[in-house]
């Protein structure tokens, strides 16, 4: 326990928790449980992380308004952000992300502007620009800016790097939306655990870098247009329309293998987590366990496999994550009541 001087001092250093039910019994599975951070998901230290580097730099003056385009969680982790330091915050987000997204970026004080689903990922990029452009706000571009990958190997990597200080890391499972976290903790490991092998899951519905296909860039290193192995898929927060820059520069060489996971398999492992570990988290986490459950399986005996997961679950229960979930009695919870007289209504 320790006391801050502001939230902003709590983000980061988030518990590495074991796997035990789940997970075969020949290897030692990890989870790094991000959703610990103040608004529960990753994207709290690329907030801080972005902020931060451009207050020092001058890019972003004191009460400047900041504009970045999101699916979610980085929004909320700016709006938290940006409530603490003074900024304006607007969101540009497409409508098909969870409407409770929206809302809690409107409660911590931020404006939230929609986009049309079918212009996808780089039509909120596109609204954004324009918004910065217009009205001289700063654009906290997450998908190039190398604040990014840098929040990461500054704390997220070197957080890794301590917790299994002394020991060996087999394998590190992560997936990418802006590919910061990949790029960052990577690059950490590449210099001082270079026999971590690294393995990228992504959904198998936009299979992306396991295409093989080129991402056309424009001369700043963004997207130019959408991939073309992209189509919708389950797994909010990873795999945009594109390849972003931050994840494209991540050297193949490092990246051991790249892993398709199935829309349904994220989906139960999510729920598995929870009603079997414990460990309450999003999609994406699932999806990320069911990818490091898959390493699991063909690992040597003994293995330590640390996978990431990325944000709380608490942010999916109008997504079909809960789909399956009852709201009134179910069968089952009606023989229960009934078994006692108290409250039985009278034949
Ligand atoms: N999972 C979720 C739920 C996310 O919001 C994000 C960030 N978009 C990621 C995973 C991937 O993190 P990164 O941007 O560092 O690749």
């Not at 909120?124 to 571009?141: D, I, N, P, S, T």
């Not at 301590?162 to 590449?190: C, I, K, M, P, Q």
């Not at 699991?296 to 079909?320: F, H, K, Q, V, W």
């Amino acid at each position: 326990m320790a006391r801050h001087e502001s939230i902003l001092g709590t983000v980061g250093h988030t518990p590495v928790v074991r796997i035990n039910r789940l997970a075969p019994e020949h290897v030692n599975l990890w989870a790094k449980v991000e959703a610990f951070n103040p608004l529960g998901s990753i994207k709290d230290r690329l907030a801080l992380g972005i902020i931060r580097a451009a207050e020092a730099s001058g890019e972003l003056r004191p009460g400047q308004t900041v504009v970045e385009a999101t699916s979610g969680n980085t929004g909320i982790g700016l709006a938290m952000v940006c409530a603490a330091t003074g900024h304006p915050l607007v969101v540009v987000m497409a409508e098909s992300f969870s409407v409770e997204r929206r809302r809690l970026m409107r409660f911590l004080g931020a404006r939230v502007v929609l986009t049309p689903a079918p212009l996808r990922a780089t039509g909120m990029v596109q609204k954004a620009v324009e918004l910065a452009r217009e009205h001289g706000w700063f654009y906290a571009r997450q998908f190039e800016n190398p604040a990014n990958p840098d929040i990461h190997e500054r704390t997220t990597a070197r957080e890794i790097m301590e917790d299994f200080r002394g020991e060996r890391l087999d394998y590190f499972v992560v997936g990418y939306g802006t590919g910061g976290t990949l790029n960052g903790v990577s690059r950490v490991l590449a210099r001082e655990s270079p026999a971590t092998r690294i393995v990228v899951c992504e959904p198998a519905d936009a299979p992306l870098l396991g295409s093989g296909a080129p991402q056309a860039r424009n001369p700043d290193g963004s997207a130019a247009t959408g991939h073309p192995a992209w189509k919708p898929h389950p797994m909010q927060g990873w795999t945009p329309d594109f390849i972003p820059k931050i994840a494209g520069d991540v050297d193949r060489s490092r990246i051991h293998q790249v892993l398709p996971i199935a829309g349904p398999d994220a989906l139960r492992c999510s729920q598995e987590l929870a009603a079997r570990e414990g460990i309450f988290v999003g999609i994406t986490s699932g999806a990320t366990m069911a990818g490091a459950l898959a390493v699991a399986r063909d690992a040597p005996r003994g293995s330590n496999i640390l996978c990431m997961l990325p944000d709380t679950g608490e942010r999916y229960l109008s997504t079909p994550l809960f789909a399956s979930v009852a709201s009134d009695m179910t069968e089952e919870e009606e023989a229960i009541f009934a078994s006692t007289p108290f409250g039985r209504k009278a034949a």
